[in-house]
């Protein structure tokens, strides 16, 4: 069964610093999709950034770039000059790619508070 | 734009009364979904659905019920509230699979059962 585990339950960093958010999984499968989600207050899950396991390149979004190590099964988030509307609870989410048995489900990581102060 | 949109935002329930969470979306998206968030927890998926009239379950499926009568709407029923049943719940849909896997979802809704 595929797990995804985020290790840091909070973080805290100064506004205009980069932070990274740690994600690992564990699969038997080859092909995958890789995503981050973001949660605000508000509540509304809201998708930051996704990465498919067959491209080798990083996917990047603006402020927001990928470290992705198939190998290591690790899929790290990377916050360039965080601002304060980027705290929320981020979230690591796994999919399989369509299949019979895929259930067409994202397994999601516990999450990490991330917390930019002024 | 509505995206997906959940109904209510809120709720309190009695132990043993029901109730059903509205979702409903306005893409024209195959797949739709029904999680739960339990404090500090990820999401549990609780039923999904690949098209009008096909529904299955998904990890948490006991104490719901869903069904999918329409492309746009996917109500969740609650048929008898438990304690356990504390959650906050999201409805969520996507185009489909591949380079369509970004799912939407709707702002949530917290549920207490009492």
């Known amino acids: 069964a595929q797990t995804v585990t985020q290790s840091q339950p909070e973080m805290s960093v100064q506004e205009a610093e980069t932070v990274t958010l740690s994600c690992t999984y564990d699969?038997?499968?080859?092909?995958?999709?890789l995503f981050w989600y973001k949660q605000p207050p508000s509540r509304q899950m809201i998708l930051v950034i996704r990465?498919?396991?067959?491209k080798q390149q990083n996917a990047t979004e603006n402020r927001f770039s990928v470290n992705f190590q198939k190998a290591a099964k690790s899929f790290s988030l990377k916050i360039s000059d965080s601002q304060l509307g980027d705290t929320a609870m981020y979230f690591c989410?796994?999919?399989?790619?369509?299949?019979?048995?895929?259930?067409?489900?994202?397994?999601w990581g516990a999450g990490t508070k991330l917390i930019i102060k002024p | 734009n509505a995206g997906v949109t959940q109904t209510p935002k809120f709720r309190i329930l009695k132990i043993g009364q029901s109730m059903t969470l509205q979702c409903t979306q306005d893409?024209?998206?195959?797949?739709m979904y029904w999680y739960r968030q339990d404090p500090g927890m990820g999401l549990k998926l609780i039923y999904y659905?690949?098209?009008?009239?096909?529904?299955d379950k998904g990890e948490v499926p006991n104490g719901y019920n869903v069904s999918r009568s329409t492309t746009e709407d996917f109500p969740l029923r609650l048929e008898l509230a438990a304690p356990s049943q504390t959650s906050v719940y999201f409805c969520?849909?996507?185009?489909?699979?591949?380079?369509?896997?970004?799912?939407?979802f709707g702002q949530g809704t917290r549920l207490t059962v009492v």
């Open positions: 659905s690949v098209g009008a009239g096909i529904t």
């Open positions: 990465q498919e396991a067959y």
């Open positions: 699969t038997s499968e080859n092909n995958y999709y």
């Open positions: 969520a849909s996507s185009y489909g699979l591949g380079l369509n896997t970004e799912a939407f």
């Open positions: 989410a796994f999919m399989k790619p369509d299949g019979l048995d895929s259930n067409y489900q994202l397994i």
């Open positions: 893409m024209n998206h195959n797949y």
